[in-house]
Every structure is written in C-alpha cells, then in structure tokens.
C-alpha cells in the first residue's frame, strides 16, 4: 500500500529567458531579505531536480535560517551567540546563492538536449575497431567483411586531355635525350 506509486511527470524545460528571470528573482529576494528567503532558490531545486539532497539541504537551510534569526531577535546583542547568529545569516546568503546557480546551470544545460546521450555513453570504450578478417576481439558477434570498393567514376574530359598533353611531352623530351 505504500509504495512508490507512479512517477510524477519531469517539470517542463523553461526557456533561457525564464530561467535567467527566475535565477535573478530568487537571487534578489534572498539578498534584500538580508538571509530571510534563502530557502526559497533551495525550495525552488528541490521541486525541480527531485533529489534526497535537495530537499535535505531545504529543510536544513530552512531550520538553520529560522533558528539564527529566532537567536538574532530574542537575545540581547551583548550576547557571544547574537554575533555567531548573525554571521551564520551573513554566511548563509552567497553560499545558498552560489549552489543555486550551480546547481541550476547544471540541470538546464543537462535539459538543453533531450533524447541525447551523454558524450561518454555514445563513445566505446574499449575501441570496437574490427581487426584483420573482419574479426573483432570485443564483440561476439563478428563482424561483416568490408563491402567491395565501388567502381571509380570516369574521368572527366578535361583531366583526360591534360593526360594525353602530359604524354606527349614525356615522349618528346625522352626524344630529345636519345638525340642529345
């Protein structure tokens, strides 16, 4: 009964004009909020690449977040722990906003060519080069002889008067070394 269930559909690729807007959106709320928003660029990953890590570090950024302004707001600011809050908060907005942006370049460069393979998984390794005989050592299956060269096309006219120019000068000049 409590199964994985069906696979909800992958969310649609966004135009690089959207993601950009989104990416500058995000980024802008989290600095004017001085830290408060930094969970919305990881809440915002976490729902479109579906991973464990990503919802992990969601609710922790979330708990530290809450936590560090709960600390910043109740204690006085003599207080040794005010000042690890603040630089907790401080810290916490460009390292959200660096892994967000890495971490969504990196998925809509991944969603930029659907269907495609990865380069590594259309290279064979080790090279599947057919030996001599059509043999090939990493294969079962062998190989089929190479088909029989196609006929060469005929020359064109021209090429073959510049032949016939070039013999006859040949048959000159060996004329002329007989004589000489």
Known sequence: MNGPGPVPPPPAAQSGGTAVALRATFLVLTALSCGFLSCLPLLHLAVQRRRALDWVLFWTGT????????????????NHWTDAALIVVICMVPLVGVHYLVADMALHRKQALPGYPPYAATVPYPPQQPGPGGYNPYSSVPTPPPAQQPPVAPHPPRLNQVRAELDELSDLLRKQEDQG
């Open 63 to 78: 708990a530290v977040t809450v936590a560090a302004f709960a600390t910043i707001g109740t204690l006085p600011e003599s």
